[in-house]
């Protein structure tokens, strides 16, 4: 295994444990009192589907450009990070997978400059920013894009793995522990209006609010 397969390595496993201590400390949502009025179960299936289409979320739908780059964003970085495990086992990816998901990651570094870009264009956005917003989403990016270098020449895979360990470190330290905590609030929550019978329900207007 290469220096820089060891340092990837290295930073997986002190990500992980620091994610695991993080979700640890945040402990567990206290039992309900009331009774039932719906299901839990529902309520975070629908949590983790329905919630998130741009119709039942108010500003999504009102900025849907942003809405889709944020999607392809976000399927870029759950790509990269496949390729940077896979990295570890020194095996080539075929050529077929490999130019699906540069394809994949390409898109994504645009959809994630752009938006980047718009955070400083913006005055509005400009102005509810701190100086770690531009950070985390400079190093997604800068990650996006030795993904993208790796995928087009296999010399570029060190720089990878390099910016990828900084990646990881980092992610439990700020802004990015959002990979887990998304998953948490959004499980606490469907279940909690599930139960309530609250959602999945339709909304008096006719639209879902997410």
């Known amino acids: 295994m290469s220096p820089t397969a060891l340092v990837l390595l290295a930073a997986m496993f002190t990500s992980v444990a620091a994610f695991v201590v993080l979700r640890l400390r945040t402990g567990s949502t206290p039992a309900p009192l009331a009774p039932a009025r719906g299901s839990a179960a529902v309520g975070v299936l629908y949590a983790f589907t329905v919630a998130f289409a741009p119709w039942a979320k108010e500003s999504a739908s009102r900025h849907l450009p942003s809405y889709a780059a944020g999607i392809a964003y976000h399927v870029a970085v759950f790509t990269a990070l496949v390729r940077l495990v896979h990295s570890l086992f020194g095996t080539p990816l075929p050529p077929v997978v490999n130019a699906a998901t540069a394809a994949l990651i390409a898109v994504g570094l645009m959809a994630g400059t752009a938006l980047l870009l718009k955070r400083c264009a913006d005055p509005r956005l400009r102005a509810i ?82």
């Open 129 to 210: 920013s701190v100086p770690e917003d531009f950070f985390a989403n400079g190093l997604v990016d800068l990650t996006l894009a030795a993904a993208f270098a790796t995928a087009m020449s296999s010399g570029a895979l060190p720089v990878f793995q390099i910016v990828g360990a900084v990646l990881l470190l980092y992610a439990p330290l700020g802004k990015l522990r959002h990979m887990l905590f998304l998953l948490t609030s959004r499980r606490v929550l469907g279940a909690t209006l599930g139960r309530r019978g609250v959602r999945p329900a339709s909304h008096p207007s006719g639209t879902g609010r997410g």
